[in-house]
């Protein structure tokens, strides 16, 4: 017998936990791809539950359905056009009334809907007391109670999605907005019978709403259709503002009033929630904490990786060794061993510190503290000129900028957005932190985690005062007000953080495979061309291409190993760790054999190492970074704007480290 295929939607606000159900859900079984048409990571999974197949789609978090955003745009749309069986809208039980207003909008797509009540763990530990039963009579949605940390309900969850795909007829759901306004919306209406097959799979009453609130979509479908007339009659005289106001009034006080009825809220002494608010969200205390985090973070990324790190290294080593001493004959010898092994396992080598890294931001994110830091600095990203959501992209920057540039589709204000796509290369990725680590190593011992972090500090210095720049010379205005919800503190599980763990690092060492495997072997070719050179030499092509751009990096502190290193860096930053690795041929040096020979050479010293490290921090983004600007941004011009630029404020900041240092005598 063939498997029924029932296909779930998962919607709900950010910071309710629908991750971690999704995770729940599918386990292992899941695929990451984009939404038509637009560069939103699309995430979908698989499970098979009661002889149905289910094929769950993790919608983006949105607070309404408004259509401001790409995100609510993609997730209206999916819901819309897709028709999804049914949608599953996940709400924090601690929160409610915010929660329920996107509710509301659901309903009134008129689809199958099934809520699912997460967190309820931590609403009875506050001591609500909430009529579980009740709230879904008033809804009239089934509403099943869940703990997405540890997997309590999902079952239910799937039974309750098949029990509503299964029910005939189908419940619409229907909000009553008070006379004045449902004369406006059958008016539309009216207006609209004769095109119901024009207008097909919308709802009726849906669109009238949309029509009356000056939706642009709706506006645009209308024009594409040839109903744009009938729709400007039918709502002549309704301020589309006011309009849409007034529908908000309504669902929150709809909102209210069963609430008054089915909840009862704890008074009386703070929660243990907001005694730790108190302190960590602190006016004065609030930003130190915050740096003070993420100092720890970087220290103990540093210190937990470091062992495992040489272990690798070392063990790479050997096995250059035993290609150099085994293999024949030399060409072949020397591609394996200074090209694949030199490049690629030079890379290879940080896998551990950045799996360590990605472990310990999953577990900041799990917690709901990143959320809060987002909280601290609004009101100082506001005085500098950027919005509070700006300060999102940033932190997903700190992972990859890539991701970074597509999340500002979040920001509603154009200058906002392209102030925060044009700063988000100045955060240090991953791709970066071999580099650092690298060097650090080498040359600064156990201050290494510390002058790592400081470099992550000088990258949002340098973005903060880009922006700055930006807000009073070419994208003047005021950054539009922010708001935002804090999730509850939660326990972050193992599970997920190992997950989110495994999601970002494999994309890495899938680098290490492709990308960085095809750099090394042209960096090989170029230092062993022509035949019969020294292998690295200043005579070889690479010697030769390093010696033309010497005069631009020399004041500087760099070579012309380390030009050409940084030229290659262009394509993926982690290609200046194997371009190092093959033009010093740190052959057979024994333990942490590349940072030992940067360490001997006579032409580095810490100084040059740190501004190699500020320069690879600030300049020109990797090529994958510099496709999402041309995308996010539409425009060839802001695309060679932010190319020149960063590479303009690498060069000027590591010319005055470096020759600051000089002049001081660290030289």
Known sequence: MEEKTIRIALAGNPNVGKTTIFNQMTGGKQHVGNWPGVTVEKISGLRKYRGYRLEIVDLPGIYSLTAYTIDEIVARDHILNDRPDVVIQIMDATNLERNMYLTTQLMELQTRLVIGLNMTDLRRRIGDDLNVERLSEFLEIPIVETVGSKGTGIEKLFDAAIDEVERFPHHEHLIGYGPEIEDEVRRVMKAMEGHQDVIGYYPLRWFALRALEGDKKIAEFSRDIGIEGDIKRATRGVDPEEFEIELSDHRFEMIRNILNRVLQERRGRMSWSDRMDSVLTHKYLGIPIFLMIMWATFELTFTVASPFVSLIGTGFTALGGLVADNLHPDWLSSLIGDGLIGGVGGVLTFVPTIFVLFF???????????????????????????????????IIGFGCNVPAILSTRTIEDRNDRMITILINPFMSCSARLPVYILLAGAFFGRGAGTVIFALYVLGILVAILSAKLFRHTILKGQPAPFIMEMPPYRVPTLRNALMQMWEKGRSYIKKAGTIILIGSLVIWAMASLPWGVEYGSEESVAGTIGHAMEPL?????????????????????????????????????????LQGTLRDDPGLSPLKAFSLMVFTLLYIPCLATIAAIRKETGSRRWTAFSVIYTTGAAWLVSFLIYQGGVLLGMG
């Open 360 to 394: 310990l931001i999953s577990i900041l994110e799990g917690t709901g503290y990143l959320a809060r830091a987002a909280f601290i600095m609004d009101k100082l990203m506001y005085r500098l000129g950027l919005h509070g959501k700006s300060f999102i992209p940033m």
């Open 553 to 593: 990096i020399e004041p500087l502190g760099f070579d012309w190993k380390i030009g050409v290193a940084l030229m290659f860096g262009f394509v993926a930053k982690e290609i200046v760790v194997s371009s190092l690795g093959v033009l010093y041929d740190s052959g057979e040096d024994g333990d942490d054999a």
